[in-house]
């Protein structure tokens, strides 16, 4: 089955840095994007940002000059290097991966992975 392994994690202080790393394993298609979501408490999942396999990429406007997202299509491994990180950053990220279209608004093939814990604080 497919699997999403996230890593990277953890507390930093304003204005730092941290990279997470998400590796896809099991039966994925070669044409897909995969991407990183947040959830913040008391807040819905917004997507922060995304990327297909042919390099396309997409990112919030709240993250964009500070955030890069990256991959490596041979190992379905993709990055979300994160710099001058603020404290509206905290929050759970998830690594997602989808492909075959959707039906009725949803992804036919859409996977998470088990969400990691970013906190940005003083």
């Known amino acids: 089955q497919v699997q999403l392994v996230e890593s990277g994690g953890g507390l930093v202080q304003p204005g730092g840095s941290l990279r997470l790393s998400c590796a896809a394993s099991?039966?994925?298609?070669?044409?897909?994007?995969m991407g990183w979501y947040r959830q913040a408490p008391g807040k819905q999942r917004e997507l922060v940002a995304a990327?297909?396999?042919?390099?396309?990429?997409n990112y919030a406007d709240s993250v964009k000059g500070r955030f890069a997202i990256s991959r490596v299509n041979a190992n379905n491994t993709v990055f979300l290097q994160m710099n001058s990180l603020k404290p509206e950053d905290t929050a759970v990220y998830y690594c997602?991966?989808?492909?075959?279209?959707?039906?009725?608004?949803?992804?036919?093939?859409?996977?998470w992975g088990q969400g990691t814990q970013v906190t940005v604080s003083s």
């Open positions: 990327i297909t396999s042919g390099g396309i990429t």
């Open positions: 997602n991966a989808n492909w075959g279209g959707t039906v009725d608004g949803r992804w036919r093939y859409n996977y």
């Open positions: 099991g039966s994925i298609f070669s044409s897909n994007t």
